[in-house]
């Protein structure tokens, strides 16, 4: 098993955290995992973006061109990486904030409407996690509980009120990609 | 087994300065690994009595490790490649002193003020001396957040047995990344000062005193003689390098660190296409793996050696082949990363197309 998959977005929209928390759920269930982030100039108001790669065997090149999974918050990075898809791989994005939706025919499109989830749970920062979960879902490469115990552990403790209203989040994103697919 | 975490490697690194059981860090922030001393300024007062201290400049801090080395101390500073370059003056004085201590240089791109994006620009600079006077760095090149951890006792371990700056070689990517880490123990070490530490006068003994200064050319060139005979020791028992894929090999990509890992996706790439490629990987930059690339040569059609600079390395390599067979080169500069894909669009133009679409 190997899984090539970048999560992009605006800074702030807690994309790197989105692979952060894969990342570590992975490694939690033994597996090899390697996080990159994009780093500098471009995380001020621009996009940001994390590689993050999972695998059961030892991980190569942390830098890759094409991906197994493609997970856009916004505009700008459906259009920079929505090329980069491998054929017949996937892109996620948020089909509340992205107008111009991804058009290839050769991958598979799913949209998640996160940030319209995130506003019904009253917190638009979940975002991420109604995505990560939209995620998990769909590539079942982690299980959901894991993801959600891996807050706890990265989360420093006086974040942890927030974990319930995270677990909704998350929740609502896999209930999302159930209806898609 | 260790304890297991997932970790950025300038993390990681400060983590295993800590469990090192190192008594002092001098430093100055910078870009890309300006966590080192954040980690450090959080973790080391929990974990031990390491003394963590924010230099006025990177001047201020070299010369710090200068003076705590000397007095025995197990010490290590790390910057970002213009900081290096600040202390190149006080690495050349601990050098020639003879004095052992770790720095790391986590490269950005240049040259000047450059950019705050990876790179390994440095590598002439790390390897060839840096600063004035004949001598060398012993340079280790991590290639993971693992080995930033294992380096940095390696390191201690190199420095102390030599007395002899080391050097841990990384780049901004290495620094920024996580990965999953397996962490040593504590180490518990012997706190008793080494006989050349001015730690004051010993009843019965000689004073102790440290310095680079040999105003008589001949002294001088007695200090000299003395630290290429340990060079030479060093280049015998010390090189250490990483081969793949060597047995049935036709051509080979090389490249450290970052460069390194690249290469072996592009590796696997080109195995899947049914070029017999294998990798050799420097972990010691100095001292040079000469022998290896020189004994495998005769019986490789090519090598392609893959860096992020102009083409550093590139000079090694070529003195290890000696001619005996076609060494070129693919580069990406001021931060920039190679794509895997690239390196093998620039393996096959080379090789296989026999250069004519280069």
Redesign the interface.
């Known amino acids: 098993m190997k899984e090539e998959a970048i999560f992009s977005g605006f800074g702030g929209q807690g994309v790197l955290s989105m692979g952060?928390m894969l990342?570590?759920a992975a490694?939690k269930e033994g597996k090899?995992?390697?996080?990159?982030?994009s780093?500098?100039?471009e995380m001020r108001g621009g996009t940001a973006n994390c590689i993050t790669i999972i695998s059961d065997s030892l991980?190569?090149?942390?830098?890759?061109?094409t991906f197994d999974t493609v997970i856009a918050l916004n505009q700008p990075s459906v259009e920079k990486f929505e090329p980069k898809v491998k054929p017949g791989a996937c892109i996620i994005y948020d089909s509340t904030n992205i107008i111009e939706p991804p058009k290839r025919k050769d991958i598979k499109i799913y949209p998640i409407a996160g940030s319209e989830a995130a506003l019904k749970l009253k917190n638009l920062k979940v975002l991420n996690m109604v995505i990560l979960g939209a995620y998990t879902q769909l590539k079942g490469i982690v299980n959901p509980e894991t993801v959600i115990n891996a807050l706890y552990e990265i989360l420093p403790e006086r974040h942890h009120r927030l974990i319930p209203l995270n677990k909704e989040a998350f929740e609502l994103g896999m209930d999302l990609m159930m209806k898609l697919v | 087994m260790g304890e297991i975490r997932l970790m950025k490697g300038n993390e990681a690194l400060a983590e295993a300065m800590i469990r090192a059981g190192c008594d002092a860090y001098f430093g100055y922030p910078i870009t890309p690994q300006s966590e080192v001393i954040e980690y450090l300024s959080r973790e080391a007062p929990k974990k031990s009595k390491m003394v963590v201290l924010q230099a006025e400049s990177e001047l201020g801090a070299i010369n710090m490790i200068y003076g705590a080395a000397g007095c025995g101390k197990r010490v290590m500073t790390t910057s970002s490649s213009p900081g290096i370059s600040l202390m190149q003056e006080g690495l050349s004085y601990i050098a020639s002193a003879q004095l052992p201590c770790l720095v790391a240089n986590i490269n950005r791109g240049g040259p000047g003020l450059g950019t705050i994006q990876p790179s390994q620009s440095d590598y002439m600079q790390a390897v060839k001396g840096g600063g004035h006077g004949d001598y060398h760095l012993i340079v280790l090149a991590p290639y993971s957040v693992q080995e930033m951890v294992d380096f940095v006792k390696i390191g201690f371990e190199l420095a102390e047995k030599y007395r002899n700056p080391v050097m841990i070689l990384a780049d901004g990517a290495i620094g920024q990344m996580m990965e999953k880490v397996e962490l040593f123990d504590f180490i518990e070490r012997n706190q008793e000062a080494p006989e050349w530490a001015t730690v004051g006068r010993r009843p019965g003994k000689d004073r102790v005193f440290i310095t680079s200064l040999f105003i008589q050319p001949e002294k001088m060139e007695e200090v000299n003689k003395i630290l290429q005979a340990k060079y030479r020791e060093v280049e015998k028992k010390e090189v250490r390098y990483q081969q793949l894929n060597i047995e049935d090999a036709e051509y080979l990509l090389t490249g450290y660190g970052l460069g390194a890992r690249i290469c072996m996706k592009a590796m696997e790439i080109g195995r899947e296409k049914g070029y017999k490629i294998g990798l050799i990987r420097p972990i010691t930059l100095y001292p040079f793996p000469y022998n290896v690339y020189n004994e495998l040569a005769p019986k490789i059609k090519g090598i392609l050696d893959v860096e992020m600079n102009a083409g550093q390395m590139l000079e090694d390599v070529k003195l290890a082949v000696d001619g005996k067979t076609t060494v070129k080169f693919y580069g990406r500069m001021g931060g920039m990363i190679p794509t895997p894909e690239e390196i093998i669009e620039s393996f096959e133009n080379h090789f296989i197309y026999g250069g004519k679409n280069v």
Do not use: H, K, L, T
């Open positions: 952060q990342a570590y490694m090899e995992v390697c996080w990159f982030p780093y500098g100039p991980i190569s090149s942390p830098i890759i061109s």
